[in-house]
């Protein structure tokens, strides 16, 4: 009970930022309790104390995006050729994306989704969505894709910069 207590002490002091999971973990497909217990240690809070601008800019930049990041699994219809058997489905690629807007579109790399049947989106929450292909730039490797479902908790699309305000360098 003790253990539990102390768990239950440290996780309702922890600053909002550290209960995000992360894009790696996005990917990775851990669980936010998992990165919440890893991120919310006495440790991990005094070391981010010790950490220069540049780092806290990166880590607020990662905080900020990780519920963004999606997952994306694709299949593909095969045949076999030593059969009668009808075409099946196999696995055929995975990659990461990024929720673009609140209406369920995704941006992905093209060559994630070339040739694919089907598309799976896992969203940083673990909630996972059939997804159509709405269209491709193969030269640029981008691929937009569209949620066949709305999902039960609100999307989080990803903060746009502004390249007009961009410079040389950065």
């Known amino acids: 009970a003790g253990d539990w207590e102390m768990l239950r002490s440290i996780l309702a002091n922890v600053p909002r930022r550290a209960l995000v999971a992360g894009t790696a973990a996005a990917v ?8 919440s217990t890893m991120q ?3 440790e991990t809070l005094a070391e981010e104390a ?9 880590v607020r930049t990662f905080e ?5 990041v ?20 196999t696995p055929a690629g995975s990659g990461s994306g990024f929720v673009w ?8 790399n093209f ?26 730039d193969a030269e640029r490797d981008l691929a937009v894709l569209k949620l066949a479902e709305t ?11 502004r390249s007009s305000v961009l410079r040389v360098g950065q």
């Open 111 to 136: 060559h994630v989704v070339q040739g694919a049947h089907d598309l799976s989106v896992t969203l940083a929450n673990q909630d996972v969505y059939r997804a159509q292909l709405v269209g491709t």
């Open 28 to 35: 990775a497909g851990a669980t936010s309790s998992t990165v």
């Open 151 to 161: 999902p039960k908790t609100p999307l989080r699309p990803l903060r746009k910069g």
């Open 64 to 68: 900020g995006s990780c519920d963004s």
């Open 40 to 42: 919310g240690s006495a």
């Open 101 to 108: 807007d609140d209406r369920g579109h995704i941006v992905t």
């Open 70 to 89: 999606v997952f994306v699994t694709t299949t593909r219809q095969m045949r076999d050729l030593f059969s009668l058997q009808p075409m099946y489905e």
């Open 50 to 58: 010790r950490m220069s601008e540049e780092e806290l800019r990166t």
